[in-house]
């Protein structure tokens, strides 16, 4: 799937011994009432981080391009986009209600690692490293990226809370790194009222709604979901593990919540 587009720049408590079974031979979302479970391959998708902003009028055409993800065969298996909303534009006009001083935070992160060389919006990550083939028009082709994992990830999502089980293909290998863990939102609708993007009503498809990292403990955690910035229509989960500096990704799963879940409980 092929997307162009030009733009500026704005400067039980355990897991079920089933899922351990198939973690590195498939991956599977298996649906229940109560939960729904993600489980990896030995080929990890490319993790896509957008960062953007309502507030800088070069981020709509950018999220329009995320946005059509949404019809890809290719989502959650082989690529998932999350799009995290920064607050640094906040100040010209339009407070983003996406917007986070952590995932500011974090966009900068990668700039102090020299994963990329600049701060901006829209500014594109992918696998950690920086990522400006949109700007020229590229599209996202996961065969050109190195995804192989020694990592198998295995998650059983709930209302509530997240477990997730780790497993090493080297049995010498010490299990290190951090945990991540992203609530998604879906057709989010924002008449915006002031700013760059003043009088546009813009769609929003995979912004990141929560988020939480912490330091990967054991072979088995059980994360509670963080809280929420807005309610949706449609939510989804994203769980990756990154190096020890928390930016390049090493392992994800991820997909669709079911609807009738009621995650805005957690605002």
Known sequence: MSFQFSSMVCA???LKAMCLAVIVLCSSNVVSADEIVFTSTGVRPVLLELYSSQGCSSCPPAQKWVNRFTESDGLWSKFIPIVFHVDYWDYIGWKDPFSSPAFSKRQRS???EGLVNSIYT?????NGHE????FRGQAIDPYKFNR???IGLATIAKQDKVE???TLSDQYQTNEGQVHIAILGFDLITQIQAGENANRTLSDNFVVLGYKQQVIEGHQQTIEYPRLSAQAEKYGLVVW????NGLEPT???????PSHWALQSLN
């Open 12 to 14: 039980p408590t355990t």
């Open 110 to 112: 990668f700039g102090l």
């Open 122 to 126: 829209p500014g594109f990550v992918v």
């Open 131 to 134: 990522w400006k083939g949109w």
């Open 148 to 150: 192989s994992s020694n």
């Open 164 to 166: 997730v089980s780790y």
């Open 241 to 244: 593990t990154t190096k020890n």
């Open 251 to 257: 392992q994800a799963v991820g997909g669709y919540l």
